[in-house]
């Protein structure tokens, strides 16, 4: 039956399916989808680009489900482009985003706590938590473009790709790798990969190095009782355990300037060792980011109807569970 619908959807110039129990509903545009569908409902968006405003925001418990924020050679469908930012307010509670690429940030706690949301398979700028009082945020095999600020809430970062984060406080980050850094302003300016208090902090890579201009650049910094181990950092100690490099980055990661979906970002041959242990430890990573449900991976249509007056049409899904 999802299988055909898929098939419906693809062909009939990309509608958005809302599915809440054995019902479908179709919708043309996203703020549509979004204020159409009901409570638990999960929101399917085919390959495209799908425009949002500013205004609209996410206020009931929805699952977000794009083909991947990665146009994958095994799907047809490209990939699935939220332009604008996310919100997710009042009442959003238990909602999720998945495969998709966001131009944007991701808001969550506009206006109200909002708890246990789950962004997994994602391209977002960054991810802003707007409320303190949120709980059981995750983000998880994702890229965050630039600085995410998670308003000192207890969210849990796992094996993603990010820009740099502050304002965690008792949550959990591991299993990441930190291509940059932010400014944080405290008599001087330095420069932070990570700010965070309460935290475990652990297997993450974190490529920030040196001096920049006249400001130190550190590559940590965290508040009282975080549990920190076994973090590869340049030039520093920092936690049980930590691998410091002492050579250039180029010698140790292949591509480490530029680590996006794009690019081919390795460990080289002596450091091969640590692949595991660090973004492709926990649960793993996925450079080929694809959601659980089914995707187009072929489709072939004759040029015209046969004698009878059919037109043949096959169609290939394959489908992806977590």
């Known amino acids: 039956m999802f299988v055909a619908l898929l098939a419906t959807v693809a062909i009939q110039a990309q509608q958005i399916a809302v599915v809440n129990g054995g019902t479908t509903k179709l919708y043309s545009n996203l703020k549509d989808?979004?204020?159409?569908?009901?409570?638990?409902?999960?929101?399917?968006?085919?390959?495209?680009?799908?425009p949002i405003a500013d205004t609209d925001t996410v206020k009931k418990k929805l699952t977000i489900i794009g083909i991947s924020h990665t146009a994958n050679s095994d799907n047809a469908d490209g990939r699935t482009t939220i332009n604008g930012k996310l919100i997710f307010g009042k009442g959003s509670s238990g909602s999720a985003l998945m495969g998709c690429y966001v131009s944007g940030d991701v808001f969550i706690g506009a206006g109200a706590a909002v708890n246990d949301v789950l962004l997994r398979y994602d391209n977002m700028n960054s991810v802003q938590v707007k409320n303190s009082g949120c709980r059981g945020i995750e983000v998880n095999q994702s890229y965050l473009r630039n600085t995410s600020d998670?308003?000192?809430?207890?969210?849990?970062?796992?094996?993603?790709?990010?820009?740099?984060?502050?304002?965690?406080?008792?949550?959990?980050?591991?299993?990441?790798?930190f291509t940059s850094n932010y400014t944080y302003y405290d008599g001087n300016y330095f420069h932070y990969a990570i700010n965070a208090s309460n935290t475990v902090i652990a297997y993450n890579v974190i490529l920030t190095t040196g001096v920049s201009g006249s400001y130190h650049v550190?590559?940590?910094?965290?508040?009282?009782?975080?549990?920190?181990?076994?973090?590869?950092?340049?030039?520093?100690?920092?936690?049980?355990?930590?691998?410091?490099?002492?050579?250039?980055?180029?010698?140790?990661?292949e591509n480490h300037a530029g680590v996006t979906p794009s690019s081919n970002y390795h460990f080289k041959e002596e450091y091969k060792k640590y692949e595991g242990l660090y973004l492709y430890g926990g649960t793993g990573f996925k450079k080929d980011p694809l959601p659980p449900v089914p995707y187009i991976t072929d489709c072939n249509v004759d040029e015209q109807t046969d004698a009878e007056g059919k037109l043949h049409i096959n169609i290939k899904?394959?489908?992806v569970t977590e």
């Not at 000192?152 to 984060?165: A, C, E, F, P, R």
């Not at 590559?219 to 355990?241: A, R």
């Open 218 to 253: 550190w590559s940590v910094f965290t508040g009282s009782n975080s549990e920190v181990h076994h973090n590869m950092i340049y030039k520093k100690d920092w936690g049980v355990d930590c691998v410091n490099i002492s050579v250039e980055w180029s010698n140790v990661f």
């Open 317 to 319: 899904v394959k489908a």
């Open 33 to 50: 989808a979004i204020e159409g569908a009901e409570d638990g409902s999960v929101i399917y968006l085919p390959g495209g680009g799908f």
């Open 150 to 177: 998670m308003g000192g809430t207890n969210v849990k970062l796992t094996n993603n790709i990010i820009h740099s984060v502050k304002g965690i406080n008792g949550g959990l980050i591991t299993n990441n790798i």
